[in-house]
Every structure is written in structure tokens, then in C-alpha cells.
């Protein structure tokens, strides 16, 4: 089995930073992308940011220039550093990861278990 086991979600106030953590264990060959999605009350979850191969990135324009996703690969940890937090940003923060578990095998997705990220004074 695979598991990814986020942490780091809290409350915050306007203006100010959180980074979420999240690492992948079990029965794992490779990872193809690591990432973060967000889903807020009411609304569909969305792509936040997401790492491909270890160094392409790619991110919402809603969070451009105040979030940085960074991987460490000896950990299969990905990270997300939210600065400027504003009260748009308040959701439940998904970290998802699209891996292989043995050579040979289809890439298949894997979700974590969301922690809330919420931006209120």
C-alpha cells in the first residue's frame, strides 16, 4: 500500500505564511509528480501546485508569486511554502502523488487525507 500523510494546516492570519508537508511511504518504485490541490466550501477542488519529474512546476495563477513547492526525493516529501496567505486561500489542502509501485506498472494517483488551511483575523 501507499500513504501520504500530510501536516503543517492551521489557522493563520492575513498576511502570514504556513508550509505543508507531505510524505510518501510503502511500496513505492517511482514518482512521476508530486503536488497540492485545494477544495474550499462549495467549490471543486482545484490544482495549487505540483512538481513533475522532480524539478518542472507548475502553479495556479492565484498563488504565483507567494507559494514555492519543493520536493525532497531521498525523503518522497513534498513541501508547500504559503506566504502572503490572504482569506481566499482557506480550504482543505490535498497533497496527491502519481507513482508506480513496481517497474513494469501503469503510473497510478494517490491521495492524502487533506488538512485545513484557514486565513482569518
Known amino acids: 500500500q501507499v500513504q501520504l500523510v500530510e501536516s503543517g494546516g492551521g489557522l493563520v492570519q492575513p498576511g502570514g505564511s504556513l508550509r505543508l508537508s507531505c510524505a510518501a511511504s510503502?511500496?513505492?518504485?517511482?514518482?512521476?509528480?508530486m503536488g497540492w490541490y485545494r477544495q474550499a466550501p462549495g467549490k471543486q477542488r482545484e490544482l495549487v501546485a505540483v512538481?513533475?519529474?522532480?524539478?518542472?512546476?507548475n502553479y495556479a495563477d492565484s498563488v504565483k508569486g507567494r507559494f514555492t513547492i519543493s520536493r525532497d526525493n531521498a525523503k518522497n516529501t513534498v513541501y508547500l511554502q504559503m506566504n502572503s496567505l490572504k482569506p481566499e486561500d482557506t480550504a482543505v489542502y490535498y497533497c496527491?502523488?502519481?507513482?508506480?509501485?513496481?517497474?513494469?506498472?501503469?503510473?497510478?494517483?494517490?491521495w492524502g487525507q487533506g488538512t485545513q488551511v484557514t486565513v482569518s483575523s
Open positions: 496527491n502523488s502519481v507513482l508506480k509501485r513496481a517497474s513494469g506498472t501503469f503510473p497510478q494517483a494517490y
Open positions: 512538481m513533475i519529474s522532480g524539478s518542472s512546476t
Open positions: 510503502g511500496s513505492i518504485f517511482s514518482i512521476n509528480a
